[in-house]
């Protein structure tokens, strides 16, 4: 019993919501001063946000996009955390690879100048994809 392409919108938004558990870990940890625990969530964090993208992009060139039922003021609310969530959505696989390769050449006053940015986005950017599924999938319109 595999998954079916059925399956991969809720799979997406589970990996979402482990990234963003995960990016909030790392963050906890590197407060902390755990270094290692801090790489190794951050790595984990990256390694799921792959996952996601690469499920989500299958999943998208087979169906294609998906309407959302909604009407009146939760569409308005609906696009507009759609508009915000694809445009910072865009931004974070580059922002990442910047980070992490700061981090992996141990220029780590570079890494934390631009994890500053990454983190936020990132994190926005995952819990709005949750949120994004749940409103299009699970709200019951």
């Given amino acids: 019993m595999g998954l079916t392409l ?5 799979l997406n938004a589970l990996l979402n919501a482990l990234a963003a558990l995960l990016l909030v870990v790392g963050w ?3 407060r902390r001063r755990r270094i290692e625990a801090h790489r190794r969530a ?4 990256f390694a799921t946000s792959a996952l996601f993208l690469a499920s989500y992009l299958v999943y998208h060139f087979q169906v294609g996009s998906v ?8 569409r308005a609310f609906y696009f507009a955390i759609l508009l915000s969530h ?3 959505a865009a931004a974070v ?17 570079s890494h ?11 994190l ?18």
Avoid: E, N
Avoid at 6 to 10: A, E, G, H, N, V
Avoid at 42 to 45: C, N, S, Y
Avoid at 67 to 74: D, P
Avoid at 114 to 121: K, V, Y
């Fill in 67 to 74: 309407r959302f039922q909604g009407q009146g003021a939760v």
């Fill in 93 to 109: 696989p580059p922002l990442a690879l910047i980070t992490l390769s700061r981090a992996l050449a141990r220029k780590f006053d």
């Fill in 124 to 141: 926005y950017v995952s819990i709005t994809g949750v949120v994004v599924y749940w409103m299009l999938y699970r709200m019951g319109l």
């Fill in 42 to 45: 951050m790595l984990a964090a």
């Fill in 6 to 10: 059925r399956d991969l919108p809720t």
């Fill in 86 to 88: 694809t445009v910072l």
């Fill in 112 to 122: 934390r100048r631009i994890a500053r940015w990454t983190l936020p986005i990132w």
């Fill in 28 to 30: 906890l940890l590197i």
